[in-house]
């Protein structure tokens, strides 16, 4: 168990070019807080469409042959894999969250600077500013 207090370990860590303002830290991670809000209920209402449908398929199944019910069955993984991914999205969210409390989120992985709030709250998954994504788009 490496203590938090220590600091020889955290000094050897590659360190981030530039700073980011503590205001500006409170703003990404209220972006973020509200983008885990909206996935939160994204994947709750997510889940009571694959109750109801599933439930239509249910009442509604007396005349099915198979075609009928291999489709139902693709479209249920369908909703299913829709419902994971969602999930996949919030626990990004939440791992950025735990990253910005370490202070090793929010900076690009090639050149070291920070990325805008604004691309960190539309992506909360992004590790590349946006002139490095180009770069790396064009190669
Ligand atoms: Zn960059």
């Known amino acids: 168990m490496v203590?938090?207090?220590d600091t020889k370990t955290a000094a050897s860590r590659k360190?981030?070019?530039?700073t980011r303002s503590a205001a500006e830290t409170e703003k990404i991670r209220a972006a973020l807080s509200s983008r885990r809000d909206e996935l939160t209920v994204e994947h709750s209402q997510t889940l009571t469409e694959i109750t109801v449908l599933q439930?239509?398929?249910f009442t509604d199944s007396a005349g099915d042959d198979q075609a009928d019910t291999g489709t139902k069955t693709?479209?249920?993984?369908?909703?299913i894999s829709l419902a994971n991914s969602i999930l996949d999205r919030i626990s990004q969210v939440e791992r950025a969250l735990e990253r910005l409390d370490e202070g090793g989120y929010g900076w690009c992985e090639r050149c070291g600077n920070p990325i805008p709030v604004e691309r960190l709250a539309a992506f909360p998954?992004?590790?590349?500013?946006?002139?490095?994504k180009q770069l790396?788009?064009?190669r």
């Open 3 to 5: 203590k938090p207090a």
């Open 15 to 18: 360190a981030p070019k530039g």
């Open 55 to 57: 439930r239509d398929r």
């Open 74 to 79: 693709f479209e249920r993984e369908q909703e």
């Open 125 to 132: 998954s992004a590790t590349l500013c946006v002139t490095c």
């Open 136 to 138: 790396e788009e064009r």
